[in-house]
Protein backbone atom coordinates (compact mmCIF):
# COMPACT_ATOMS: atom_id res chain seq x y z
CA UNK A 1 0.00 0.00 0.00
CA UNK A 2 1.37 3.86 -1.13
CA UNK A 3 0.11 6.77 -0.19
CA UNK A 4 0.60 9.99 -2.06
CA UNK A 5 0.81 13.24 0.20
CA UNK A 6 2.39 16.15 1.10
CA UNK A 7 4.00 16.81 4.86
CA UNK A 8 1.41 19.81 5.79
CA UNK A 9 -1.44 19.21 4.05
CA UNK A 10 -4.73 18.38 6.07
CA UNK A 11 -6.71 15.87 4.13
CA UNK A 12 -3.26 13.87 3.69
CA UNK A 13 -2.92 14.25 7.27
CA UNK A 14 -6.01 13.32 8.20
CA UNK A 15 -5.12 10.37 6.03
CA UNK A 16 -1.66 9.54 7.56
CA UNK A 17 -3.67 9.56 11.05
CA UNK A 18 -6.23 7.28 10.01
CA UNK A 19 -3.49 4.72 8.32
CA UNK A 20 -1.24 5.00 12.18
CA UNK A 21 -4.48 4.43 14.22
CA UNK A 22 -4.96 1.45 11.92
CA UNK A 23 -1.85 -0.24 12.68
CA UNK A 24 -1.92 -0.62 8.65
CA UNK A 25 1.79 -0.44 6.91
CA UNK A 26 2.00 1.64 4.50
CA UNK A 27 4.51 3.35 1.62
CA UNK A 28 4.35 6.84 2.10
CA UNK A 29 5.42 9.02 -0.81
CA UNK A 30 5.76 13.06 -0.78
CA UNK A 31 4.62 15.04 -3.39
CA UNK A 32 6.56 17.76 -4.26
CA UNK A 33 4.06 20.47 -4.41
CA UNK A 34 6.20 23.02 -5.28
CA UNK A 35 8.03 21.51 -7.97
CA UNK A 36 4.34 21.26 -9.18
CA UNK A 37 4.31 16.91 -8.89
CA UNK A 38 0.93 17.02 -8.66
CA UNK A 39 0.32 18.78 -11.82
CA UNK A 40 2.39 16.51 -13.94
CA UNK A 41 0.73 13.75 -16.51
CA UNK A 42 1.98 10.98 -14.27
CA UNK A 43 0.13 12.19 -11.49
CA UNK A 44 -2.86 12.76 -13.28
CA UNK A 45 -2.83 8.96 -13.87
CA UNK A 46 -3.28 8.15 -10.37
CA UNK A 47 -5.69 11.20 -9.93
CA UNK A 48 -7.25 13.43 -12.83
CA UNK A 49 -7.89 16.04 -10.10
CA UNK A 50 -4.52 16.51 -9.42
CA UNK A 51 -5.10 16.82 -6.05
CA UNK A 52 -3.74 15.38 -2.71
CA UNK A 53 -3.86 12.58 -1.28
CA UNK A 54 -4.03 9.56 -3.61
CA UNK A 55 -3.82 6.02 -1.96
CA UNK A 56 -2.71 2.92 -3.96
CA UNK A 57 -4.05 -0.29 -2.79
CA UNK A 58 -1.88 -2.63 -4.99
CA UNK A 59 -3.20 -1.37 -7.96
CA UNK A 60 -6.41 0.04 -6.71
CA UNK A 61 -6.35 3.79 -6.79
CA UNK A 62 -8.68 6.36 -4.87
CA UNK A 63 -8.51 9.94 -3.92
CA UNK A 64 -10.37 12.18 -1.06
CA UNK A 65 -9.28 11.99 1.84
CA UNK A 66 -12.73 11.12 3.22
CA UNK A 67 -13.29 8.27 0.70
CA UNK A 68 -9.71 6.93 1.41
CA UNK A 69 -10.12 6.69 5.81
CA UNK A 70 -13.68 5.39 5.04
CA UNK A 71 -12.59 2.72 2.41
CA UNK A 72 -9.83 1.72 4.61
CA UNK A 73 -11.99 1.65 7.82
CA UNK A 74 -14.25 -0.84 6.08
CA UNK A 75 -11.87 -2.94 4.11
CA UNK A 76 -8.89 -3.09 6.76
CA UNK A 77 -11.17 -2.38 10.58
CA UNK A 78 -14.77 -3.47 9.86
CA UNK A 79 -15.32 -3.49 13.52
CA UNK A 80 -12.92 -0.49 14.25
CA UNK A 81 -14.82 2.39 16.56
CA UNK A 82 -13.13 4.99 14.12
CA UNK A 83 -16.11 4.66 11.52
CA UNK A 84 -19.06 2.76 13.78
CA UNK A 85 -21.16 -0.04 11.86
CA UNK A 86 -24.53 1.28 13.38
CA UNK A 87 -26.61 3.46 11.64
CA UNK A 88 -27.09 6.38 13.51
CA UNK A 89 -23.70 6.37 15.12
CA UNK A 90 -22.13 6.44 11.08
CA UNK A 91 -24.45 9.02 9.89
CA UNK A 92 -23.20 11.14 12.37
CA UNK A 93 -19.59 10.56 11.59
CA UNK A 94 -20.63 10.98 7.36
CA UNK A 95 -22.54 14.18 8.69
CA UNK A 96 -19.18 15.66 10.29
CA UNK A 97 -17.08 14.38 7.56
CA UNK A 98 -19.14 16.46 5.06
CA UNK A 99 -19.46 19.16 7.42
CA UNK A 100 -16.20 19.18 7.38
CA UNK A 101 -15.41 19.59 4.04
CA UNK A 102 -18.00 21.19 2.82
CA UNK A 103 -18.39 23.94 5.33
CA UNK A 104 -15.46 24.01 8.10
CA UNK A 105 -11.87 23.31 6.10
CA UNK A 106 -13.61 25.23 3.32
CA UNK A 107 -13.39 28.26 5.59
CA UNK A 108 -10.46 27.81 7.26
CA UNK A 109 -8.43 26.66 4.93
CA UNK A 110 -9.82 29.64 2.64
CA UNK A 111 -8.32 31.91 5.22
CA UNK A 112 -5.65 30.66 6.66
CA UNK A 113 -3.63 27.80 3.79
CA UNK A 114 -4.76 29.55 0.49
CA UNK A 115 -3.08 33.46 1.31
CA UNK A 116 0.32 31.17 2.08
CA UNK A 117 0.59 29.58 -0.95
CA UNK A 118 -1.46 31.74 -3.27
CA UNK A 119 -1.78 35.18 -4.69
CA UNK A 120 -4.99 35.68 -2.10
CA UNK A 121 -5.52 38.01 0.75
CA UNK A 122 -7.26 37.69 4.27
CA UNK A 123 -10.35 39.59 4.22
CA UNK A 124 -12.54 40.76 6.87
CA UNK A 125 -15.69 38.24 4.71
CA UNK A 126 -12.67 35.37 5.32
CA UNK A 127 -12.77 35.75 8.82
CA UNK A 128 -16.44 35.91 9.65
CA UNK A 129 -17.07 32.24 7.38
CA UNK A 130 -13.97 31.27 9.94
CA UNK A 131 -15.70 32.64 12.73
CA UNK A 132 -19.00 31.50 11.65
CA UNK A 133 -17.76 27.93 10.87
CA UNK A 134 -16.16 27.83 14.55
CA UNK A 135 -19.58 28.65 16.31
CA UNK A 136 -21.68 26.20 14.43
CA UNK A 137 -18.69 23.31 15.65
CA UNK A 138 -19.37 24.47 18.96
CA UNK A 139 -23.19 24.30 18.79
CA UNK A 140 -22.69 20.79 17.48
CA UNK A 141 -20.28 19.68 19.93
CA UNK A 142 -22.68 21.25 23.07
CA UNK A 143 -25.91 19.85 21.65
CA UNK A 144 -24.20 16.28 21.11
CA UNK A 145 -22.30 16.67 24.62
CA UNK A 146 -19.94 14.04 24.34
CA UNK A 147 -16.17 14.08 24.26
CA UNK A 148 -15.42 14.26 20.43
CA UNK A 149 -17.05 14.91 17.32
CA UNK A 150 -19.85 12.38 16.95
CA UNK A 151 -19.56 10.91 19.98
CA UNK A 152 -17.68 9.69 23.02
CA UNK A 153 -15.33 7.53 20.38
CA UNK A 154 -12.52 9.26 18.59
CA UNK A 155 -13.96 8.75 14.54
CA UNK A 156 -12.57 9.35 11.37
CA UNK A 157 -14.46 12.58 11.42
CA UNK A 158 -12.20 13.97 14.41
CA UNK A 159 -9.38 13.06 12.34
CA UNK A 160 -10.77 15.62 10.13
CA UNK A 161 -11.54 18.46 11.50
CA UNK A 162 -8.42 18.41 13.45
CA UNK A 163 -6.56 18.68 10.36
CA UNK A 164 -8.54 21.45 8.79
CA UNK A 165 -8.10 23.59 13.06
CA UNK A 166 -4.74 22.97 13.58
CA UNK A 167 -4.34 25.66 10.24
CA UNK A 168 -5.66 28.20 12.95
CA UNK A 169 -3.24 27.45 15.30
CA UNK A 170 -0.57 27.03 12.42
CA UNK A 171 -1.59 30.81 11.57
CA UNK A 172 -1.84 31.80 15.47
CA UNK A 173 -5.35 31.96 15.02
CA UNK A 174 -6.78 32.50 18.62
CA UNK A 175 -9.77 30.66 19.25
CA UNK A 176 -10.41 29.99 22.34
CA UNK A 177 -13.15 31.84 22.39
CA UNK A 178 -15.10 28.46 21.21
CA UNK A 179 -14.49 26.66 24.56
CA UNK A 180 -15.87 23.57 23.61
CA UNK A 181 -14.12 23.32 20.55
CA UNK A 182 -11.24 24.26 22.31
CA UNK A 183 -11.52 21.24 24.92
CA UNK A 184 -12.17 18.60 22.25
CA UNK A 185 -9.08 19.84 20.11
CA UNK A 186 -6.57 19.50 23.26
CA UNK A 187 -8.19 16.74 24.40
CA UNK A 188 -7.29 14.92 21.49
CA UNK A 189 -3.86 15.96 21.45
CA UNK A 190 -3.48 14.75 25.06
CA UNK A 191 -5.26 11.54 24.33
CA UNK A 192 -3.58 10.89 21.07
CA UNK A 193 -0.10 11.91 21.19
CA UNK A 194 1.22 9.79 18.68
CA UNK A 195 -1.66 10.83 15.69
CA UNK A 196 -0.75 14.44 16.95
CA UNK A 197 2.89 13.38 16.24
CA UNK A 198 2.00 13.06 12.95
CA UNK A 199 -0.82 16.52 12.79
CA UNK A 200 1.61 18.63 14.76
CA UNK A 201 4.18 17.85 11.93
CA UNK A 202 1.91 19.79 9.48
CA UNK A 203 1.10 22.37 11.87
CA UNK A 204 4.74 23.22 12.46
CA UNK A 205 5.42 23.30 8.73
CA UNK A 206 2.19 25.99 8.19
CA UNK A 207 3.31 28.00 10.88
CA UNK A 208 7.03 28.01 9.12
CA UNK A 209 5.43 28.54 5.68
CA UNK A 210 3.14 31.38 7.30
CA UNK A 211 6.42 34.21 8.11
CA UNK A 212 8.25 32.39 5.43
CA UNK A 213 5.81 31.81 2.31
CA UNK A 214 7.05 29.55 -0.94
CA UNK A 215 8.10 30.59 -3.86
CA UNK A 216 5.02 29.16 -6.50
CA UNK A 217 5.69 32.28 -9.08
CA UNK A 218 6.63 29.35 -11.14
CA UNK A 219 3.74 27.00 -11.46
CA UNK A 220 1.03 27.40 -13.74
CA UNK A 221 -1.77 26.17 -11.27
CA UNK A 222 -5.22 25.45 -13.69
CA UNK A 223 -7.20 27.83 -11.30
CA UNK A 224 -5.30 29.10 -8.51
CA UNK A 225 -3.39 32.80 -9.08
CA UNK A 226 0.40 32.15 -8.69
CA UNK A 227 2.22 35.53 -6.95
CA UNK A 228 4.80 37.29 -9.06
CA UNK A 229 8.52 36.49 -7.70
CA UNK A 230 9.94 39.59 -6.84
CA UNK A 231 13.05 38.51 -8.13
Known amino acids: ?????VSDGPPSLAVRMCLKALELPYELHNVDYIASEHLSEEYAKLNP???IPVLDDNGF???????????LCDKYAADSPLYP????????????LCFNMAFYYS?????????????YQRTEMGKK?????????ETYLKKLGTKYAAGNQLTIADLALVSATLCLE???YDFSKYQLVSKWYQTFKQEYPQLWEIANGGMQEIAEFEHNPPDLSHMN??????????A
Not at 1 to 5: D, S
Not at 62 to 68: M, Q, R
Not at 86 to 95: D, M, Q
Open 61 to 71: HLSESVAIMQY
Open 107 to 119: SIGAYSMAPIFFD
Open 170 to 172: GIA
Open 129 to 137: KVENALQVF
Open 221 to 230: HPFHPTRKSK
Open 49 to 51: QRE
Open 1 to 5: MKLYA
Open 85 to 96: KEAKERALVNHR
